[in-house]
């Protein structure tokens, strides 16, 4: 007879939580996987590791999980060994996938604890039965984390789920640096700023998300958002109580930012014509489309008629007219006039009605618990006061949305100031301070000059 074929093994190892990142518990698995190979005389091929990863949320990317699947079928390896099967998984569809190339395939799947042994109809029985218990398990863990998370977050106590909130600790105390660009990014996305130069600004800083991502636009809306920055304690985005915690900013000028930020019209990403001043922002003379952004046959940089290219005017030229009556404008001593446009609610005023209806809703809350009004009163009282403090937010949101120009206000230098600006934020000024751009065609032979644009004050400003 010859010599049988030695088995190629691979050792798949995981934890959940690994709190201090040192992969004890990886190593102590991996010493009895290797032992269990030795003394079967299989050769170890491969080593799959997924450390501090779940293995029971349908939703978690398990990477060394998903190319261990995919070298299997590579034809890589023909055992597989784990320290327990709920290290392999917890979920029992992905179980019964194993159980089924070891039926179909002749894979060998054993445990380095004994307790498993897809190879054999006894040890199939184990593991569904297994799977099946520590699936139910896991519900159950599910039921009570929800449930206590409901409980923490309505005594205004944080939530410890996920990674840590960026401006806080896991127990919602401040990081102050973090702190302090968020109470920065809230003044600034009040004033007009857009969410990509905030997240700009806090990349070049060196500044990560708290998995130590680069930030993007929909990840600083996610933080500024966030109740907690308010001493907000939230449950499934409902504020459910006040919470016991110091407060990064002030109750309104978190809803001013949220009911800004959540405004359906409101674009998070960018149209290409966000690279230059006044692309999609200017207007055809001729027809009044949008002008766009392009480059002419010299290579250089130009505005073209969006519809029939009806005008074509050299953008740098253009770009400099606005941004000098930009800079003059600004630099006037009446600047802070700018900051109450007409028919613009008085911010004070609304600020105080929300405070009354914030007390409306309490009160309501309490003659429920009273048992001085029903359910269905409540439920109805609930209603309006939702429905009026929305427009109470969308009405600041809209009476802080020209204070983009706040800045300039106390600027010692507006010129300085105002190169230094992203282009973004340049971009709002411009909106804030014209009704509109309009450029006319320079002629044929004729050069662009201040005369070929044409800028249409916003009422009050001119």
Not at 49 to 72: E, F, H, M, W
Not at 317 to 324: F, L, Q, S
Request: charged share 30%.
């Amino acid at each position: 007879m010859g010599k049988s074929k030695t088995r190629r093994v691979a050792v798949y190892l995981r934890i959940s939580i690994d709190q201090t990142g040192e992969r004890l518990a990886v190593d102590r698995q991996r010493e009895d996987c290797l032992k269990l190979a030795e003394r079967r005389g299989w050769e170890v091929v491969g080593e799959y590791v997924d450390n501090s990863v779940s293995a029971s949320k349908k939703n978690v990317t398990r990477p060394a999980y998903n190319r261990l699947i995919r070298d299997y079928e590579a034809g890589i390896f023909d055992a597989l060994i784990c320290w327990d099967l709920d290290r392999l998984t917890r979920q029992p569809r992905q179980l019964e996938d194993w159980i089924d190339r070891a039926e179909t395939s002749g894979l060998v799947v054993v445990t380095a604890n004994g307790e498993a042994d897809l190879g054999t109809d006894a040890g199939r029985l184990f593991a569904r039965i297994k799977a099946s218990v520590a699936r139910s398990e896991v519900e159950r863990t599910s039921t009570r984390r929800k449930r206590a998370n409901l409980q923490a977050a309505q005594a205004g106590r944080p939530t410890k789920t996920g990674r840590r909130p960026f401006g806080f600790t896991r127990d919602y105390e401040q990081v102050p640096a973090e702190a302090a660009l968020i109470r920065d990014a809230y003044r600034q996305a009040i004033s007009g700023v857009s969410l990509l130069a905030i997240a700009r600004g806090w990349n070049a800083a060196g500044t990560t998300t708290t998995s130590g991502n680069p930030w993007r636009a929909p990840s600083v809306r996610d933080v500024l958002t966030a109740g907690r920055n308010a001493a907000q304690s939230e449950y499934l985005g409902e504020v459910v109580a006040q919470g016991q915690w110091e407060p990064i900013v002030d109750v309104d000028t978190w809803r001013a930012a949220k009911a800004l930020l959540t405004d359906p019209a409101r674009k998070v990403s960018p149209d290409p014509g966000t690279r230059y001043l006044l692309g999609n922002i200017a207007v055809c003379g001729r027809c009044g489309a949008r002008m766009v952004s392009s480059r002419n046959r010299q290579g250089n940089r130009a505005y073209k008629c969006g519809a029939l290219w009806h005008v074509a005017a050299d953008a740098e030229t253009v770009d400099e007219v606005v941004a000098a009556v930009c800079v003059r404008r600004l630099s006037l001593p009446d600047v802070g006039d700018l900051l109450q446009p007409e028919d613009r609610a008085n911010v004070a005023v609304l600020r105080d009605r929300a405070e009354v209806l914030r007390a409306r809703m309490d009160e309501a809350a309490a003659l429920f618990a009273a048992g001085t009004i029903t359910g269905t009163q409540l439920s109805r009282i609930t209603k309006d006061v939702e429905t009026e403090s929305q427009r109470v937010e969308r009405d600041l949101a809209e009476a802080s949305k020209r204070s983009v120009v706040a800045q300039f206000v106390t600027a010692e230098d507006v010129a300085a100031l105002w190169d230094g600006l992203d282009i973004l934020v340049k971009r709002d000024v411009v909106r804030a301070l014209f009704e509109s751009v309009t450029i006319t065609p320079p002629g044929r032979g004729r050069r662009t000059s201040a005369d070929n644009v044409v800028l249409e004050w916003r009422r009050g400003d001119d």
